[in-house]
């Protein structure tokens, strides 16, 4: 099946420092994908919605300029996190879907953990 | 989007038939239902969805009364395994909505 891999699973940083996730879709290729972030024994929080060719949708109290988002291809999307502190340790997760809109199952990627030091 | 409401946890015993409902009082007429997986420390995983009446497959089984307010996730025989938590969804767009889920906790 469709598959969605992110690279690194885990990092950990110094504070101020900027950290680069990818999410790439491995078989298939996505205008959208969608970036959540997840606190421990928390559900899923969408931050924002990353567009091919354009720029990122984000979620009301999402930062721009703290989480930059860049889709450059139909492949790729990237999450940087810009001067990065402890409150921001968490665990990244894309999504995307093959195919159109709406049809068929979104895939997740295997989520990205953060540790801000 | 219509919100949802889920039990936040179950416990289970291995082999026992588990049913989790979800309620969703407003879902609207383009709206489907689609139930996620997660394991800790992974991305969620598609499990079922269903518009309306039964879905089936091989891992589980999603009932839907006519009012659609409401939908019920039948996990047969459950395993150490299925240990996670589950989240109801209501789908409209790709742009998902997570709610708090519930945590099945399955024991030997």
């Known amino acids: 099946g469709a598959v969605v891999s992110q690279h690194p699973s885990r990092v950990i940083c110094k504070s101020g420092t900027s950290v680069k996730i990818e999410c790439r879709s491995l078989?298939?290729?996505?205008?959208?994908m969608f970036w959540y972030r997840q606190f421990p024994k928390q559900s899923l929080m969408l931050m924002a919605t990353?567009?091919?060719?354009?720029?990122?949708?984000?979620e009301q109290g999402v930062e721009k300029d703290k989480f930059l988002i860049n889709h450059a291809s139909l492949t790729l999307s990237t999450l940087t996190v810009t001067s990065a502190h402890p409150e921001d340790s968490s665990f990244y997760i894309c999504?995307?879907?093959?195919?159109?809109?709406?049809?068929?199952?979104?895939?997740f990627g295997e989520g990205s953990r953060l540790t801000v030091l | 989007l219509a919100k949802t409401t889920q039990p936040i946890s179950m416990d289970s015993y291995e082999g026992q038939e588990v049913n989790i409902t979800c309620s969703h009082n407003?879902?609207?007429?383009?709206?489907?239902i689609t139930w996620y997986q997660q394991f800790p420390s992974q991305g969620p995983r598609f499990i079922i969805q269903?518009?309306?009446t039964k879905v089936t497959n091989e891992v589980a089984s999603l009932f839907i009364p006519a009012d659609r307010k409401s939908s019920t996730l039948s996990l047969p025989r459950v395993s150490l395994s299925d240990t996670a938590v589950y989240y109801c969804?209501?789908?409209?767009?790709?742009?998902?909505?997570f709610g708090t889920g519930t945590r099945l906790q399955v024991f030997p």
């Open positions: 999504s995307a879907r093959p195919g159109p809109p709406n049809t068929g199952e979104l895939f």
């Open positions: 078989d298939f290729q996505a205008t959208t």
């Open positions: 990353s567009n091919e060719g354009s720029k990122a949708t984000y």
């Open positions: 407003n879902i609207a007429t383009n709206d489907y």
């Open positions: 269903g518009y309306k």
């Open positions: 969804l209501v789908v409209r767009t790709d742009k998902l909505i």
